[in-house]
């Protein structure tokens, strides 16, 4: 997607439109040169659309249109000018159910609605403690991307996140991080002939962004909670931006 090393934010469920306002003022005070993707709530998007950022959805229907109530779909995504969408991140896939065929399905969605993806996947602890990390990562990638075109996969980047370091201030080595992100590279270079970014997330914070940085294969980061402090969020962006 990138040849410069990009960072996402994924604010989730947080942030009332007043904290929002005090957020966009942070914010705005910067160029971003398209190395940066914001994720607010879906409310929230208009707010930071066509500016020198980039907007993602952090989640979208798994159909196309209609009686689906609640729901907001790629198409309507793409026409409010977004960029992209989050695809399978692991608090969907645990607390909505989401398995690999539904991630599959708003993947192809996003693609047909010309919205690009980025496909989140990671290992439980329990499936790390029982080295069952490269098994399982390479299922998700292989179940979401199978059967697309390469022009289609070229809209697509990874997102790697261990689940057991989101939310939790744990993170891998950055050895673990850089064969995780090698072995996610040749998987996908294997399968489906095509280079592809990868991005890690998973606690990513002001004071261990410096030392992430130094991992040579990655591609940037996906924040979870130091995005919704926008201070925070800018101490981050300045450390890849600035590389
Ligand atoms: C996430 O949920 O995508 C994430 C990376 O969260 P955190 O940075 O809070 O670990």
Redesign the pocket.
């Known amino acids: 997607m990138a040849s410069k090393r990009i960072v996402v934010g994924?604010m989730?469920m947080n942030l009332t439109a007043q904290e929002i306002n005090k957020y966009l003022k942070v914010i705005e005070k910067k160029e971003y040169n398209n190395q940066v993707i914001f994720c607010p709530s879906s409310l929230y998007l208009p707010y930071f659309v066509g500016k020198t950022y980039g907007v993602g959805i952090q989640n979208i229907a798994a159909y196309e249109n209609g009686a689906y109530t609640g729901e907001i779909s790629a198409l309507q995504a793409k026409s409010m000018h977004l960029d992209c969408t989050l695809i399978g991140?692991?608090?969907r896939r645990e607390y909505f159910k989401e398995t690999d065929e539904v991630v599959r399905q708003k993947i192809k969605l996003s693609l047909q609605a010309n919205l690009k993806v980025i496909l989140?996947i990671g290992e439980t602890e329990e499936e790390r403690d029982s080295l069952k990390t490269y098994k399982v990562l390479k299922k998700q990638i292989v179940n979401a991307l199978k059967g697309f075109e390469e022009k289609e996969l070229k809209k697509i980047i990874i997102?790697y996140?261990p689940i057991w370091?989101?939310?939790?201030g744990k993170t891998p080595s950055n050895e673990e991080i850089k064969d995780t992100i090698s072995f996610i590279k040749d998987i996908v270079k294997d399968s489906l002939h095509i280079n592809m970014s990868v991005l890690y997330?998973?606690?990513?914070n002001e004071k261990n962004i410096a030392s992430l940085n130094q991992i040579e294969n990655i591609d940037g980061y996906?924040?979870?909670?130091?995005?919704t402090k926008a201070d925070k969020f800018m101490k981050i962006i300045e450390v890849v931006v600035n590389q």
């Open positions: 994924n989730k991140h692991s608090e989140c997102a996140e370091a989101i939310g939790t997330g998973g606690s990513v996906l924040v979870g909670g130091a995005s």
